[in-house]
């Protein structure tokens, strides 16, 4: 696995503000859901992709089929998909976002070709990590057994 610094991470959460979840799921128990929901709800305005959902409304926003029907600059393209579906998403994600500042890959997903093109362009990139679980991490929510448990303190 590549070796990010915490700073770099922090670096990209912290200015994002605008993140399309490519492979969004409408079903609540996919990855892809509930760390979409997720991002949504820590504040970030989440536009969902997937074709087969196009129409349908996700976190208050309606899913779109494909990255170039985003109206709007778009600061982070989350990957929800398999590693060889990567190159052509990255291509288009380039295409459409002149600004885009980070192509991020989920846990599992991996393209160093891909990668390197978007690298090339000035766009930061991470492979096989979880913005979701990268926030927690960093901003403190994480707790016993790297669950977030709910508990907000407890005396002794």
């Known amino acids: 696995m590549a070796e990010y610094s915490d ?5 990209i959460l912290t200015r994002t503000r605008r ?10 128990v996919r990855p892809s859901y509930y760390v979409a929901r997720y991002l949504s709800l820590k504040g970030y305005e989440v536009i969902p992709v997937n074709p ?3 129409g349908k409304e996700l976190f208050g926003q309606t899913v779109v089929a494909s990255l170039s029907e985003i109206d709007g600059a778009v600061d982070m393209v989350d990957i929800f998909r398999r590693s060889d579906a990567v190159p052509p998403i990255v291509d288009e994600a380039l295409a459409a976002f002149p600004e885009l500042q980070t192509i991020w890959m989920q846990i ?6 891909a990668a390197a093109k978007a690298e090339s362009r000035g766009v930061t990139v991470i492979q096989n990590r979880c913005p979701k679980i ?7 929510e994480l707790r016993m057994g790297g669950f977030a448990t709910g508990v907000i303190s407890s005396k002794l």
């Open 134 to 140: 990268e926030y927690q991490r960093l901003f403190g």
């Open 108 to 113: 599992g997903v991996e393209n160093p070709e």
């Open 7 to 11: 700073k770099l991470l922090k670096d």
């Open 52 to 54: 087969g959902h196009a």
């Open 19 to 28: 993140i399309a979840v490519v492979g969004v799921s409408t079903n609540p």
